[in-house]
């Protein structure tokens, strides 16, 4: 994001304040996180304390001019309230790559949505990406 020109600010209690800062970017709580920002990216493992991170409250603390993003996984983002806060227009989309049940079932509601993006939890399988996977495992692909 930093390439675009943009203030990267983050939520993560467990990297060290100054890895962060040698990135360039600004630690803040979650809730300031979802208030200030433009775009939220999540990155984070799906455990316990991050099932339904986000959800009704926290959709509720984010602009109304708002774009979600996740790639990391499904049960992060409680799928329901997303639904809500997209059909209600109070966040302005979301792209997903991830779902609480994977493969997408074809009932899910977020399908009904013209403002939200879904892929199919492979974004990131690019020939080159996965030719880089290949090399970093020692594979020598013909």
């Not at 990216?41 to 959800?55: K, N, V």
């Not at 983002?77 to 074809?106: H, N």
């Not at 892929?119 to 020692?138: C, E, F, S």
Request: aromatic share 4%; glycine share 8%.
């Amino acid at each position: 994001m930093k390439a675009f020109g943009m203030k990267v600010i983050v939520y993560d209690p467990w990297v060290d304040g100054e890895v962060l800062r040698e990135m360039g970017v600004r630690r803040v709580d979650l809730a300031t996180l979802l208030s200030e920002s433009d775009v939220v990216s999540i990155h984070c493992l799906l455990t316990p304390e991050t099932r339904h991170m986000i959800g009704e409250r926290e959709l509720g603390m984010m602009k109304r001019t708002a774009v979600i993003v996740n790639t990391a996984r499904g049960g992060i983002i409680d799928e329901k309230a997303l639904y809500k806060a997209l059909a209600e227009g109070r966040i302005k989309c979301a792209g997903l790559d991830v779902f609480e049940a994977e493969p997408l079932e074809r009932d899910n509601p977020l399908l009904t949505l013209k403002n939200v993006v879904l892929t199919p939890h492979m974004a990131v399988q690019t020939a080159d990406a996965v030719l880089r996977l290949l090399y970093n495992v020692g594979v020598q692909p013909r």
